[in-house]
Structures are given as structure tokens and as C-alpha cells.
């Protein structure tokens, strides 16, 4: 009984799939940077769909959308890495956390204490490391950067996500090339 | 030596405490499994956070997961502990009462053997036996050591039954579960936090280790000792017996010799003084034995069960060599041997019991030689102590040098970490610093974009104005053939005076009457006359008519766009900007003025009309009688009114007059002028150029240009316009301009431009902090 409701619901949630995602945002070709921006600023997946109204606020999925919109977010989000990859600062971050947790280990399997010494000095650069990161440029200072060196005007729903990044990519490059020449 | 008191290190006996070493067994099965099981998740999570970047969002979830799972080892790893700590202070507890109830039997004890010493010695030097309550009290001392004996027999302590040190030692670490199980129960026991000993990893553990090898020592050196002091007096009672047996033998045999050699019954006599003696030698000898037992027993007492036993062994086999003998001789006595094979017996006896000291002598040897090796081993257990004892000092060197490069590396740590942080502080400022310079930019782009747009919409006014100007001049064409058509009327306004003073008096001075033809004539010429001039008043005054309505549309026009400029400057107003509100709402007031005003005009146009209309009407009807005096100041009055009605078109005062009239050769037309209006030529007007009445007096108000320097100027709204761009020039060229640049080793480079000069600032990248466009 348990697994043909569990069926059931597979079934179901697969039609309002089928449906929703009609009405979704499905890559950062067509999703726009306002929309990404709100996503990651609010944490509501409710942004990647479309809707005709331009609105600041939504409210948040129900279940079987939050699934739904988790899967099509993962989905968008490999893309944009695929692409674009990690933030430098980011990987940064990463090895630092891969680093800590090493000296964890080895301090359980070693049962050496002394171990805590570099774990607490890890902590103190990870917590330096993500408060720099939320102190970093916001998304209009990018935006003002990019529109002051590629001399053009950003329109944040218009511009997909694929394009933002593609302008950062390019005004960086055009900078550093200019810097390089000079 | 049994009477000693409990030592510290007995504290740490195999099974003195059973319970306690129960606990340690389950403590160190417990930390062994934990620490085991620990260390293996550890081991197989540790490949979870190889050093790989991340590809995907299923490398980060991975690493989270693994996080969580390293939290929760680390989490089990610290139960363990706890745990360990828990059975630590159960075992403490289970010791410290026990060793309280021993320590009570224990003090008991010796007070007992202490009462019944004093006794005795007392006993004994008074000369006499022990008296009934030294005997007590040696019983109660007797009864207490046994109970001390049982207690430590039971917990396998053989301290009392001296002589199974080895067993015991050797049952110590295997008792207390190896090695952390001693270093636990001893860290307990001694209050020692052994979780801090643990930490100082192998430096600690060769510390614990030797610290068990010092101890084993020690017991090794208490063993040496008691059985040094064993051997010793053994040996000494051996060595005695044996000189005694020695002498005995050779007496004897020097006896057998003469008795053999002289005669049997000299020999007998001898032999039997001879036995005596020897007899009397053996029993100095057994006494010797005794005595060498009793010291033995004693020994035994204080710790050299083995060596004594064998002592008392000998003296058991001489004592029962000595009974077969007797009731050998006993026998041979019975069965009637004769008294020389008694004696030879007797000899032989003597022989065996001497081969018996000889045998005894070689055990003694033999515990000698133990001796020698134990003094041996205690030498090279001195050796080792020494060793380690250099070792325990270089380790101590080692771990003091350890605490201080740990302080060095904690003091470092601690410089790092402000290093790093004042660093972090730095770059975090100059980020401020920065982020103030792009605010400051962008106010700056913001300024000039302003700036800008107040020159748009100036411009865009000024084409409006243009345009109005442009339009205003057709109206001006439209107005121009309006005053040709008044010239017109002008003209036959004239004509008609002239005719008329003809008619009224100017001829009338001819005295000639004129006959009723030459009246119906005239009637007919007038009523042509009149009917012209009315055709003609009805024209100029349509024409009149929709000048007005143009020039109203035209002012309608105006104020529609100087509301849309109103709401344009009230925005700009609003937003805090530089706008012309003001000044619009002046020109919307001066429009709304001049609308009024040209409502009034067509009214007294219409007025104007009506009167005409009715003027020739009268004169139509009078026509035939010819015009009078009174029709003809009725026709000066109403004429002039209405002349004046249309031609007042310049009160407002006007920017050009347009082609002009034919009313000279310089293009003359009628105008009608107010008090203290001031009318410029053409060339003067041409100077100016294409400026509104209103902004000439603004800009001469607003500038004070001297009329002198005026000729210069040719167009003042260019020069404002020019005076503008000259304001926004400077304030661009005086704005600071920052530019952020990376390098291609991704440094920052903030540039910064002013007053025609630049600096330049490279941040060089930080080991840690790099920064990079956000993403995320």
C-alpha cells in the first residue's frame, strides 16, 4: 500500500513537473540576473517562475514545487559552474574547510591534541576569509563596473544570467589587457 | 620487615584491589574500542577531504556531508572520554576506600606487633618467660598479620609470604589491562589528569613507559635486597656447619686410622670419644642448623621464603639422615652385629652425614652463584635505572625545550594571527577607502549626468522656443497682411474723410445747390461707398477675428508646454536636482497673463465690429440726407475706436514686428504705443538676436552685462549656455576619477585622477585574502 502511494505520488509530482517546469526559468540563458539575484539574496526558488508582473516579493514554493524548483535550481546552478566555475575566494574557502577537517582526523586518529592548535588556526583564516567574502563588490557595483567598461547600460531583467557573467568575463579581460599594455 | 607500612606503590598491585582493576580492564577495553573505532571513521572520512577543487554543487554537498560526519566521530571521540573519565573517578573512589579499611587493619596491626615486642624484650631481660599477657599479645599481633595475609593472599600480594615478587610484578601490567590501564589507574590514584599525559602523545608515552620500568626496577632492587640479606645468612650458617662438619670428618677419620693401626679396644675407647665428640659436633652443628632455621624463619619473615625452605629442607633431611642412622644402629644392635661394625657403621654414618654438609654446601654454592646473579641483575637494574634515570633528565630537557617551542609557536600563532588581522584590517580599510572613491565617482557621473540633462532640456526649451518664435513669426506674416488690409482701411478712411468734408462743409463753401439727380447720384455713390466699406469692415474684422484665435491657440500652445516643462522641472525639483521650477511657473503666469489679455482684445474686437457695423448702418440709412456734423464725429469716435481695438497688438510688447507696412518707404505700419515702452531700431533688435523680451531682462538682471560690453555679446543665451559648459568642464575636470584595474598577476590597481594628475596604488595580493568578482 506504502509504495503504490509512494508511486502515486512519484506519478503526480512527475505531471506537475511536466507542467511547472513549462512555466519555469530552465537555464541562465533565459533566466534573467534579477531573478538570480534574488534567488541567492532570499533563498526563495519561487523566482524561476515566470510570471508577467515584475514583482520584489514572493512567497515561498509548496512541497512538491520546493522539489521540483530544488531540482531545476541544481540543475541551472551546475550549468552556471559549468560554464563559469567557482569564485577564486570560493575554492579558497573550500581548501581551507578540506584543510581543518584533515587536521580533525588526524588529531581522532592520532589522538594527539596538539592537532587543535591548527584546527583553531584554520577557523580564525576561515572566519577572515568568509567575512572578506560577504564584504566583497555587490551585484550593482559589478553591474556600475561592468556598464563603465563596456559602455553599455545593463538591463537586469533583460540580461540573463549567461550574459551578466559573459560581461564580467569580458570587462575583466578588456581591463587586464589594457592594464597589460600599458 | 612484615610489619612495614603500606607503601605508595602498592597501590598499584594487580589484584590488591579486584574491583578496581575490573573497572580499569572495562576503562581500557572501552577507550581501546572507542579510540579504535574512531580512529578507523576518521580514517576512512580523511579521503572525503582529498585535496580536489570543487567541479560541481555535488562537491560541495559531499563536503558538507563529510563535515557532519567528522562532527559526529569527533562528537563519539569525546563521549569516549567522558566516559573514560567516569570510570577513572569510579575506580579512584573504589580505591581510596579501600585502601582506608586496609590502612586502619594495617596501623592496627602494627601497633599489636609493637605492644607485644615491648612485652617480650621485657620478658626477656627480666631473665625470665614470656609472661601470660606477652603471650596475648603476640597471639593478637599473630592473629592480625595472618588476617593482612589473607586479605593480601586473596589480591595476590605475597608481600607477607615473601618470595613471589616475581609472580607479582610480573601479573602487574596484565592486571591493570597494559599499559594505559596502569598510566590511567596510577593518573587517577595519583589525581593526575591522564588525558593530559595522552596528550603529550610520545613523549608521554615513553615517560609512562619508563615510569613502569621504574617501578619494576624498584620492586627488582626490594627483591635483590631481601634475598641478598637471605643468601648472606645462609651462606654464613652453611659455611660454619660445613668447617664444623669438616673438622668432625677428619677427626674421625684420624681416629679410624689409629684405632685401626693400634688396637681394637684403644681403638674402641677412641672410636667411642671419638663418636662422642663427633656426636657432640653434630649436634653443634644441628644446633648451628637451628639456629641458621630460625634465622632463616625469620629471613622468611622479612621476605626469603625460597632460600630459607631450603635451609630448612637440609636441616629436615640431616634430621631424618640422622634418625635413619639411629635406628640403623638401633637395628644393627638388635640383629646382634658386633660392636666394631656398629662402629664402622657409626663411621659411615658420620661419612654420609659429612657427604650430606658436602651436599648441603653445594646448594649453598649454587644460592651463591643466585646470589652473584641476582647482584648481577640488580647491578645492571642499577645500570638501567642510571640509564634511564639520564634518559627521564634528557627527556625532561627535551619536553622543557618542547614547552618552549610550543610557547614560541603559541607566541608566533598569537603574532600571525594579529599579523593577519591587522592585515585583514588593512585591506578591509582600503576596501572602505575605496568603495568611499566609487561612491564618490558615481556621485560625480551622477553630478555631470545632471548636469547634462539640464543642458538637454535647456536645449530642448530653447528649441521650443525657437519653434514658438518661429510660429510667432508666421503670425507676424498673418499679422502683416492684417495691417496691409488696415492700411487699406486706412486709405478709404481717408478717402471717406475727404468725401465727407466734401459732403459736410468742404464744398459747401461753393454755395452751388445740387439738383435731385446730382443727390440721387450721390445717394447711390454713398450707398456704393458704404456698402464697400462694409464689405471691407467685415473682412478686417474676420481677419482681425482670427489673428486672435491664432494667436490665443498659439498661447494655449505655450502654456500646454510650459506645464509639461513644469512637471518636468517639479521631478527634478523633487529629486533634489538643479531645475528651472521657478521660473517656469513665472512664464506659465505671464502666459496665463497674456491669454487674459487676449481674450480682453477680442472682446473689444467683437465690440469694435458691432459699432462699425452699426456706424454704417446709420450711415447706410442716412445716406440719402447726406452726412452731418453729428455723423461725423459719431463716425471719428466709432472708427477711431475700432481702429485703435484692432491695433493695440503691442502693449505686451513684441520681439519683432515682422515685414512691416507700405505706410513710408522704410516698410512703415500703424502701431499703437503706451507710456515708458521703449522701441528699439531693426538694427539693434538684429544685435540682440533671436531672445525673448522676458530672457533679455532676466539675463540683463541676472548678469549686470553693462549696455556698453552688450554690442559684443552676439547671443546672450549663448553665452550663458557657454558660461555653463565652461561651470561643467571645471567640475569635471576638478572630480576625482577612480579606475580599479587588475593585473595579469589579478593584483588590484586603483587609479586615481585629478586636477590633471594620477596616482596609481597596486595592492599586492595576500596569501589568504584574494578578491575576486563576485558570483555568489
Known amino acids: 500500500m506504502k509504495s503504490i502511494i509512494t508511486k502515486l505520488l512519484l506519478i503526480y509530482i512527475k505531471l506537475v513537473e511536466k507542467n511547472q517546469l513549462k512555466k519555469c526559468y530552465t537555464s541562465i540563458d533565459d533566466l534573467p540576473v534579477f531573478y538570480w539575484r534574488k534567488i541567492q539574496e532570499t533563498n526563495n526558488l519561487s523566482f524561476l517562475i515566470k510570471s508577467e508582473i515584475i514583482s520584489l516579493n514572493k512567497k515561498q514554493p509548496s512541497k512538491i514545487q520546493l522539489i521540483i524548483l530544488s531540482k531545476l535550481w541544481k540543475s541551472i546552478f551546475d550549468e552556471y559552474l559549468k560554464m563559469f566555475g567557482f569564485a577564486e575566494n570560493f575554492i579558497e574557502i573550500f581548501r581551507k574547510i578540506n584543510e581543518r577537517e584533515t587536521w580533525r582526523c588526524r588529531m581522532i586518529i592520532e589522538n594527539n591534541k596538539s592537532h587543535q592548535n591548527f584546527i583553531n588556526m584554520c577557523d580564525i583564516e576561515l572566519e577572515a576569509m568568509k567575512k572578506s567574502n560577504n564584504e566583497g563588490i555587490n551585484f550593482y557595483e559589478t553591474k556600475a563596473f561592468i556598464e563603465s567598461e563596456m559602455h553599455i547600460q545593463i538591463d537586469e531583467l533583460k540580461t540573463s544570467v549567461a550574459q551578466f557573467y559573459s560581461y564580467i568575463k569580458l570587462a575583466q579581460s578588456k581591463q587586464a589587457n589594457g592594464r597589460g599594455t600599458n | 620487615?612484615?610489619?612495614?607500612?603500606?607503601?605508595?606503590?602498592?597501590?598499584?598491585?594487580?589484584?590488591?584491589?579486584?574491583?578496581?582493576?575490573?573497572?580499569?580492564?572495562?576503562?581500557?577495553?572501552a577507550i581501546q574500542k572507542l579510540i579504535a573505532h574512531t580512529g578507523v571513521l576518521a580514517k576512512s572520512n580523511l579521503a572525503n577531504f582529498a585535496n580536489n577543487d570543487p567541479k560541481n554543487t555535488d562537491d560541495i554537498n559531499a563536503q558538507t556531508k563529510a563535515v557532519e560526519q567528522n562532527t559526529k566521530i569527533e562528537k563519539q571521540n569525546i563521549e569516549a572520554k567522558i566516559l573514560a573519565a567516569q570510570v577513572n573517578k569510579k575506580i579512584k573512589d573504589e580505591i581510596q576506600a579501600t585502601l582506608s579499611s586496609y590502612s586502619r587493619l594495617s596501623l592496627e596491626y602494627r601497633k599489636a606487633a609493637q605492644a607485644a615486642k615491648d612485652l617480650a624484650a621485657a620478658d626477656i631481660l627480666q631473665g625470665k618467660a614470656f609472661s601470660e599477657a606477652t603471650k596475648e599479645a603476640i597471639n593478637k599481633a599473630a592473629g592480625l598479620n595472618n588476617q593482612l595475609k589473607t586479605i593480601d593472599q586473596s589480591m595476590g600480594n605475597y608481600q607477607r609470604n615473601v618470595g613471589n615478587y616475581h609472580s607479582a610484578v610480573g601479573n602487574l601490567a596484565k592486571g591493570l589491562g597494559g599499559l594505559t590501564g596502569v598510566v590511567t589507574l596510577l593518573g587517577t590514584a595519583l589525581g593526575i589528569n591522564t588525558d593530559a599525559l595522552i596528550t603529550l602523545k610520545d613523549t608521554t608515552r615513553e615517560l609512562i613507559k619508563f615510569s613502569k620500568d621504574l617501578s619494576h626496577i624498584k620492586h627488582l632492587e626490594t627483591i635483590v635486597e631481601v634475598e641478598s640479606t637471605v643468601a648472606h645468612e645462609a651462606n654464613t650458617i652453611a659455611v660454619v656447619s660445613e668447617t664444623v662438619a669438616v673438622e668432625n670428618a677428619t677427626i674421625a677419620q684420624k681416629a679410624w686410622n689409629y684405632v685401626m693401626s693400634i688396637n681394637p679396644i684403644a681403638l674402641l675407647i677412641t672410636s667411642v670419644a671419638l663418636f662422642a665428640a663427633g656426636i657432640y659436633q653434630l649436634v653443634t652443628a644441628e644446633t648451628e642448623?637451628?639456629?641458621?632455621?630460625?634465622?632463616?624463619?625469620?629471613?622468611?619473615?622479612?621476605?626469603?621464603?625460597?632460600?630459607?625452605?631450603?635451609?630448612?629442607?637440609?636441616?629436615?633431611?640431616?634430621?631424618?639422615?640422622?634418625?635413619?642412622?639411629?635406628?640403623?644402629?638401633?637395628?644393627?644392635?638388635?640383629?646382634?652385629?658386633?660392636?666394631?661394625?656398629?662402629?664402622?657403621?657409626?663411621?659411615?654414618?658420620?661419612?654420609?652425614?659429612?657427604d650430606k654438609y658436602h651436599e648441603l654446601r653445594l646448594t649453598l654454592e649454587a644460592n651463591r652463584d643466585a646470589e652473584s646473579l641476582v647482584m648481577n641483575q640488580f647491578k645492571k637494574g642499577s645500570e638501567e635505572y642510571t640509564s634511564h634515570q639520564k634518559n627521564v633528565i634528557s627527556m625532561n630537557r627535551e619536553l622543557e625545550l618542547l614547552k618552549i617551542t610550543q610557547s614560541e609557536t603559541v607566541v608566533t600563532t598569537s603574532e600571525l594571527t594579529k599579523s593577519f588581522k591587522d592585515l585583514n584590517k588593512e585591506v578591509t580599510d582600503s576596501w572602505k577607502e575605496m568603495d568611499k572613491w566609487v561612491d564618490e565617482a558615481l556621485k560625480g557621473v551622477k553630478t555631470a549626468d545632471e548636469i547634462k540633462k539640464s543642458i538637454a532640456d535647456s536645449l530642448e526649451d530653447l528649441k521650443a522656443w525657437n519653434e514658438e518664435q518661429a510660429k510667432r513669426r508666421e503670425g507676424i506674416v498673418i499679422y502683416d497682411e492684417e495691417a496691409k488690409g488696415v492700411r487699406k482701411l486706412s486709405t478709404e478712411y481717408d478717402r471717406l474723410n475727404k468725401t465727407k468734408a466734401g459732403l459736410i462743409g468742404g464744398e459747401s463753401g461753393s454755395g452751388k445747390a445740387l439738383t435731385d439727380k446730382e443727390l440721387e447720384n450721390d445717394k447711390k455713390k454713398n450707398e456704393e461707398k458704404i456698402n464697400a466699406a462694409k464689405k471691407l469692415s467685415e473682412q478686417l474684422f474676420k481677419i482681425a477675428e482670427d489673428r486672435i484665435k491664432r494667436e490665443q491657440e498659439l498661447n494655449k500652445q505655450n502654456i500646454t508646454e510650459i506645464d509639461k516643462g513644469i512637471d518636468q522641472q517639479l521631478q527634478l525639483l523633487i529629486a533634489g536636482q538643479k531645475n528651472t521650477y521657478d521660473f517656469m511657473l513665472r512664464q506659465k503666469a505671464k502666459a496665463l497673463e497674456e491669454q487674459a489679455a487676449l481674450d480682453k482684445k477680442a472682446r473689444k474686437e467683437k465690440e469694435a465690429q458691432q459699432i462699425a457695423e452699426l456706424f454704417l448702418e446709420f450711415m447706410k440709412v442716412n445716406a440719402k440726407d447726406g452726412f452731418g456734423a453729428a455723423a461725423k464725429s459719431l463716425a471719428e469716435t466709432l472708427l477711431a475706436k475700432g481702429l485703435a481695438g484692432g491695433l493695440s497688438g503691442y502693449y505686451e510688447g513684441t520681439e519683432d514686428t515682422g515685414a512691416g507696412g507700405g505706410l513710408d518707404t522704410k516698410g512703415g505700419m500703424l502701431a499703437v504705443l503706451h507710456p515708458h515702452e521703449r522701441v528699439l531700431t531693426a538694427k539693434q533688435n538684429a544685435a540682440i538676436g533671436a531672445i525673448s523680451n522676458d530672457d533679455l531682462v532676466k539675463s540683463v538682471m541676472h548678469y549686470k552685462i553693462p549696455t556698453e560690453k552688450n554690442s559684443t555679446v552676439v547671443d546672450l543665451q549663448n553665452s550663458i549656455l557657454i558660461s555653463e559648459l565652461k561651470e561643467l568642464n571645471n567640475t569635471i575636470k576638478n572630480k576625482k576619477e577612480l579606475e580599479v584595474n587588475w593585473n595579469r598577476l589579478n593584483e588590484i590597481i586603483l587609479t586615481n585622477k585629478q586636477n590633471g594628475y594620477s596616482v596609481e596604488t597596486t595592492y599586492k595580493n595576500s596569501p589568504i585574502i584574494k578578491r575576486n568578482a563576485p558570483f555568489n
Open chain 2, 1 to 29: 620487615m612484615a610489619e612495614e607500612p603500606i607503601r605508595g606503590e602498592q597501590i598499584i598491585q594487580p589484584d590488591w584491589a579486584a574491583n578496581a582493576t575490573k573497572s580499569a580492564n572495562e576503562l581500557d577495553a
Open chain 2, 289 to 354: 642448623a637451628e639456629k641458621a632455621q630460625r634465622k632463616l624463619n625469620e629471613a622468611q619473615q622479612v621476605g626469603a621464603l625460597n632460600e630459607a625452605e631450603n635451609v630448612s629442607y637440609v636441616k629436615e633431611k640431616i634430621e631424618d639422615l640422622t634418625a635413619i642412622q639411629s635406628l640403623r644402629i638401633r637395628q644393627m644392635k638388635a640383629d646382634g652385629a658386633s660392636e666394631t661394625e656398629i662402629y664402622q657403621q657409626k663411621v659411615k654414618d658420620i661419612v654420609e652425614l659429612q
